[in-house]
């Protein structure tokens, strides 16, 4: 049976039939939010962007065009 080959692209999927639990979402992204919280209270401009931007990215991923693809088909 053949394997098949796994890009590093498929690591950034956040379109997986993993996520179909909106609470699983939800934790993600607010999990990133309270980060970037974290750190900008904690002095450090960079990583509170970088984790806000990440956040927004999964908000707009999960809630505004989710549509999971199931990869074993």
Same mark, same amino acid.
């Given at each position: 049976? /053949?394997?098949?080959?796994?890009?590093l692209?498929?690591?950034?999927? &956040?379109?997986? $039939?993993?996520f179909? *639990?909106? #609470?699983?979402? /939800?934790?993600?992204?607010?999990?990133?939010?309270?980060?970037?919280i &974290?750190?900008? $209270?904690?002095?450090? *401009?960079? #990583?509170?962007?970088?984790?806000?931007?990440?956040?927004?990215?999964?908000a707009?991923?999960?809630?505004?065009?989710?549509?999971?693809?199931?990869?074993?088909?």
């Amino acid at each position: 049976m /053949a394997k098949k080959r796994r890009s590093l692209l498929d690591v950034f999927n &956040v379109q997986s $039939a993993f996520f179909i *639990p909106v #609470w699983r979402r /939800a934790l993600v992204v607010t999990a990133c939010v309270l980060w970037a919280i &974290v750190e900008l $209270a904690n002095g450090n *401009p960079f #990583w509170a962007v970088l984790f806000g931007a990440i956040a927004a990215y999964c908000a707009h991923q999960f809630f505004i065009v989710f549509d999971p693809v199931d990869k074993e088909d």
